[in-house]
Structures are given as structure tokens and as C-alpha cells.
């Protein structure tokens, strides 16, 4: 075996050479069906175009200056090239459609295909948000139709729809419990924001983005808010508490009334961080416990798409005290059809301003709706159901071999582990994910909450049958047989069958290589 750069390639005799520990290493690097693939930059085909173009009937000389002197740096590829390439990089990369993603505290669930037809209807798809009023009366319909049924299933009164994913709905969340203590002339006595050590990432920092300083609330022994702890914090100092429930631990936080009145009493508010509302959707309305804010992640409970770098939206549902306060645009319906509600009107006039340039991303917003429409009230009470019992099936199957971070009761939505069972094996929750990659399963949360050490955080969601349940259970129990055997090399080559082997994290981290470079004795950069 070649030995590896901070990317994880070999570093000779090539960039693609096989990289899997086997008998017999294969010749290309490829695998059975498994292509090797180069970078876009490393195919060949520079200097020729994948398509006929007629020459061209100017110079370019009145582009003066701007006139191209050096390539642009890309091949020329025909149509199956291209689509080879991006077809090959895919069988690279794991995905809900080929097996269970276990992501704790992501949501990683199956989208109905249904949702994606519904949006690229082109009624929905082709709209521009400049076009009149008059003439996206549907899509603005539909947007009234989806504030109304996330107001019903939180039981509150307002919604903002506006906000692009989770963090973006924090700011929306944080920015109008600053606009509502501003109005009653307490912003500059109420400075702090108190967020439980559990706590998604992204509380703190949204809170000190907007300008307030962070408190962290202590945790119990079985991973709830310490409501002690919370009581003390609490003053005339506070505006908002940052509380996610169900929590990060995975479990529903049994005193959140409590939580609520102390909150209000201090004349705080509660902002509710809603990523796990999938775990109580159709079972639990948050405005019922007191919530004066709460974003809802539509990629993890209405089936959206998650991640890629696209377009999101993370709607912000608001109390009453809130909701004079929500940003612009409002939908509103009247005897004329559907209006926006803009900033500069009367009816938005407290509004604390725009969170966007337009009124938010329609196909996240079309797809939502269609997961609604398509479950009804029964169905998403039963997504809530199934999310829980996949969840509980899981702890209640690896208990045995693994140790659960809070063993007492069931869990929700997720099912924590912490790295207890490894003590004495040399194997740690890392070496432990890699292995799992050779078994063709996507690596669990790892070392999230970083109040439980060595975390390990199962969310199955409940996409998942019973039978793939199983086959990931009886991966994860022979994975953790072979550690507790002993069989350490297993875990600590991780992974020896994936297209790249793992890297050197600690060189990773230090000097990681930013830029890609042609390989040496090629002659690309001379092309």
C-alpha cells in the first residue's frame, strides 16, 4: 500500500491507485461495478469541445482587455463522458435511496417522489417572485394553506415563512423576541440568553449573532434541562431561553411546563429550537407548553430535501406575544383574492423588517404541503409514532452489547450510546464509524451531544422498515462483537472497501490541502 496525503489519496506511484487492502488489489482501481473515477480536472480531453460550434463571426476584439488569454481550465467532454463522471461520483456517495441513513439529530428521511412532482408542476416551477400579484394567486394560496396547518399543528397563532433552514429561523425567532422587548422598552436591561449545555450548535451562536451573550443551563444525570439551574439564571437580565424539546439526548424534557412558567415570570421568553419536531409532530402542540418561538426544519418533518448546499426553508411559528412582530411578508386572504403583506404597510408596521429579498423558496413550500396533504392528520401523528418506536427498537436491540448514555426509560426519536462499551478494546467511537462504512452503512452522529463522551447518535426516522432495521441492527452488533474480540485491526484500518481510505486526521486538520494541483508529469497545466 502507498502511503497517504491529508486528502486521503496515495501519494504513489498515482492518484489512483487501488487503495483497498485485498489479496489480490485490483489493476485500475476499480471494484467490480465500482468505477474509479478521476477528478474533472484530471480527464482527458482538454483542448477539444464535447459539442459542434460554428466559428465564431467576430474576433473579440471589442472585449478589449477582458479578452481570454489562458485556458479555462476544463475538459471538453462529450454527453456520456459527463454523464459517466457524475454517475460515478455517486456510487461514491451514500444515500437514503441505497440504505438507512443513522444520522442522530439530522432526520435523514426517505422524500416521497410524490413531493417532487408536485413541485415541478409549472405553476410552481416556472413563477418569478417579481411577476403580479394577480397572476400567482395559486401559489399564494398554497402558502396560506401551509401557514395554516403549521399553525395548527403547533397551535399557534403566527407563522413566518420566510426563513431559509433551522439557523435562519433562529435569527427570525431571536430577532423578533428583540423587536418585542425594544417595544416595551427592556432590549438594553435584558442582554442574555440562557441555552442548556445539550444544545444544538447553532443556539449560541445565533444568540451571540445577534448580539446577546450566552448562559449555559446545566444538564441533569438523565439529560434534561436542570430546572434548578435554570430558576437561578433567570432575571431581569434574560430575554429568551433556548430550549430544543425533544432535546439533543433524544429525550422529551418532562418539566418543559415548569420551564415555560419560570421563563415567562422572569418576563423572558421561550424560544423552542424545533429541529426534532418530527418526534412529536401530530402528538404534541409546542404553543400547549408555552413556546413564544419555535423554527421547524421542513427537510426533517415535511420530507424536503436535506442538505446539498440548495435552497431551504425553516418557517418560525410565533406566540401572540410575538406576532405583531413577525418579519415581512405576510399572506393575507380578502374578498379580492391574495395579497402580500409588505413592510411599509400599516398591518406589517412592527414588523422587525425582511429576512429575504422575496417571500421564501416555493418548491420547499410546495413539497411541505404535499407531505401533508398526502399524510393527513392520522398519517403525521403516525410519523411522530414510528419515528419514537424505530428508536426505542433499536436501543432496546444493542442495549445488550452497547452501553445507552441514559439507560432509565425509553428514549424518543433517537437513541443515544456512549463509549463506555469500548473501554479497554484500543477502539474508539471513530475507528468504531469507519468500520461501519466497510458494512455499507452511513456512520452514526459521532461525539454529538458532547455532554455524553464518545457519543454515538442512532436516528433511524420512520422511513425504515422493520427488516432494514434489522439488517443494520445485526451489522452493528457483529461490528461490536469484533471489538470486544478484539479484532482491533478491523476497526483501526477503517475502511478498507470504500473508495478512499480514511484520512490522517490530525494532518487533515493542520494542513489541509486547499487547492487542487495538477498531478506531477501530467500535462494539464501545459494544456
Partial sequence: MSSMNSVGRPTAPSPHQ?????????????????QDEHLIFESDGWGKTGVDLPEPKTDGSDLGDLVRKDPIGLPGLSEPETMRHYVRLSQKNHAIDLAIYPLGSCTMKHNPRLNEKMARLPGFSDIHPLQPVSTVQGALELMDQLAHWLKTLTGMP??????????????????AIRAAHEAKGEHEQRRKVLVPTSAHGTNPATAAFVGYSVVEVAQTDDGRVDVADLAAKLGPDVAAIMVTNPNTCGLFERDILEISRLTHEAGAYFYCDGANFNAIVGRVRPGDLGVDAMHINLHKTFS????GGGPGAGPVVLSEALAPFAPAPWVVAGAEGYKLIEREE??????FGRLCAFQGQMGMYVRALSYMMS????????????????????????????????PDGPCMHEALF?????KGTEITTLDFAKAMIDEGFHPMTMYFPLVVHGAMLIEPTETESKQELDRFIEAMRLLAQAAKAGDVDRFKGAPFHAPLR???????????????????GSNIAAE
Fill in 418 to 422: 456512549d463509549d463506555e462499551w469500548l
Fill in 502 to 520: 480514511r484520512l490522517d486526521e490530525t494532518r487533515a486538520a493542520r494542513s489541509p490541502v486547499l487547492r487542487w494541483t495538477a498531478p506531477e
Fill in 158 to 175: 403566527a407563522v413566518a415563512l420566510s426563513p431559509k433552514a433551522g439557523a435562519h429561523g433562529e435569527l427570525c425567532g431571536l430577532m
Fill in 346 to 351: 400599516d398591518e406589517a408596521a412592527q414588523a
Fill in 304 to 307: 424536503t430535501p436535506h442538505g
Fill in 375 to 406: 399524510h393527513g392528520s392520522d398519517g403525521l401523528r403516525q410519523v411522530a409514532e414510528d419515528a419514537v418506536l424505530n428508536a426505542n427498537y433499536i436501543k432496546a436491540r444493542l442495549s445488550d452489547l452497547m452501553s445507552p448514555a441514559f
Fill in 18 to 34: 487501488p487503495t483497498h487492502d485485498y489479496k489480490h488489489p485490483t489493476l485500475t482501481g476499480g471494484r467490480g461495478l465500482l
